[in-house]
């Protein structure tokens, strides 16, 4: 069934691109192409890594065929992306004449912006500003929070209930957005005993911090925040208390200013698109261009915030068939293709990084794009083919006219 699949598709490539092809696509050739990028020696090739310029360079060397015309000098399409966040030195708390310790006491969060604030502060409950049919909770209704910070607890009143209306305002990214909105200068995190009975920090963790908040955020220890709250005869696991149980906003003003600094440095490090281009040789039609793309970058070794389905496991995440499958095809497709006697339509072939930190090399591409986007009249992505059963899964269907009734 999947070479079935696969010569399925090629069909369909070739009518929209050729006359008449000879292609051939072999097991041993998509085999070896995957044995290669899934390959331990290739890391898992995380992007910005020795080991993603391996893989971009071996996609290259196999589509560099005499009727190929690369886009770029050396067919590479490079890009950065964010790949390491690191404490500088600059972080610093102090409330009165009382200065915290990082990472005892406190510790920024991922999205935090960098940045020094000296203001008052807030508490906004749950930090939510909902109103829907269903739901109301207006956190920040009579509260002034503009200018200060505002201390939010994490999670939110229902943390038992995986379906709770309230799961889709709790991120805390949205929070952020939330308070930013409300002109807060920056956001205090603090977590009751029923969210987190350890009260342990938040890793920095790049898929969070890849965009940040806009504002500074920084996690506080509740031995921090309690001593803020007392003024109210509160506690963080009190007030966590209080408004699950009433089920509505519960928010104040604190008689104190905090000054407090966040500075993270966020690594950056050059990755690629690999692309390539056939041009077609009919009049008419040549200028109609044809994308096939797949991506070839994986989640590395792995670990926290990489996307992996065991976040707590430092392993080679080989991604076999996330995506060398897909690039496998779509290089034996064009090299097929690039061997055709007659091309009615251009082929773009283009292996995209980073997808696995949120279609990066596919966003830069489209920002930044190697040709006129408007002539593109088709685009075939790949993605996981290698393990095809007895169901082939199209997506993006309804993005065309014509494109279902053909299928």
């Known amino acids: ?3 079935r699949a696969i010569v399925l598709l090629l069909i369909f490539l070739t009518s929209v691109v050729l006359g008449r092809s000879k292609a051939d696509i072999t097991e041993k050739e998509l085999r070896d192409h995957v044995l290669f990028l899934a390959s331990d020696s290739l890391k898992g090739r995380k992007p910005g890594t020795p080991e993603d310029i391996m893989a971009a360079e071996y996609i290259r060397s196999q589509i560099a065929l005499p009727q190929v015309k690369f886009p770029t ?4 399409q490079y890009f950065e992306v964010l790949t390491a966040l690191e404490l500088g030195a600059e972080n610093a708390l102090s409330v009165s004449d009382s ?3 990082l990472d005892k006491d406190y510790y920024p969060h991922s999205i935090s912006e960098n940045g020094y604030i000296d203001a008052e502060v807030v508490v906004a409950g749950y930090g939510f500003n909902i ?3 269903s739901l109301t909770w207006r956190d920040y209704d009579g509260l002034n929070a503009a200018g200060k910070w505002v201390m939010i607890l994490r999670g939110d009143p229902e943390p038992d209930q995986l379906d709770s209306p309230f ?3 709790a991120d805390l990214r949205t929070k952020a957005l939330v308070a930013k909105d409300a002109g807060a200068a920056g956001v205090l995190l603090v977590s009751g005993k029923i969210f987190d009975e350890k009260d342990d920090f938040a890793e920095l963790l790049i898929n969070e911090g890849h965009i940040s908040a806009g504002l500074p955020v920084i996690q506080l220890k509740k031995t921090v925040a309690d001593r803020l709250l007392a003024v109210h005869g509160l506690s963080v696991d009190s007030l966590e208390i209080l408004l699950n149980e009433s089920r509505s906003p519960h928010s104040l003003r604190l008689n104190e200013r905090i000054k407090g600094s966040v500075d993270i440095l966020r690594i950056k490090s050059r990755t690629q698109n690999v692309a390539a281009l056939l041009p077609g040789d009919d009049p008419s039609l040549a200028d109609e261009i044809v994308v096939l793309g797949a991506h070839y970058d994986h989640l590395g070794f792995g670990g926290p915030g990489s996307g992996s389905r065991r976040p707590d496991t430092s392993a080679i995440h080989n991604g076999a068939d996330d995506n060398a499958s897909g690039v496998a095809v779509a290089m034996e497709i064009f090299e097929k293709l690039a061997t055709a006697k007659k091309r009615h339509r251009s082929l773009l072939f283009i292996a995209f990084g980073a997808e696995e930190m ?3 090399g596919a966003k830069y591409f489209i920002q930044n794009p190697l040709i006129d986007l408007k002539k593109i009249v088709f685009m075939c992505n790949l993605d996981m083919v290698g393990r095809l059963d007895s169901i082939l899964t199209l997506y993006g ?3 065309a006219v014509g494109m279902e009734p053909l299928l």
């Open 167 to 169: 799961a889709r305002y």
């Open 397 to 399: 269907t309804g993005t």
């Open 358 to 360: 949120g279609s990066l």
């Open 131 to 133: 109103e829907s049919d």
């Open 1 to 3: 069934m999947q070479n």
């Open 73 to 76: 000098e050396n067919g590479l």
């Open 99 to 101: 200065s915290y310790i």
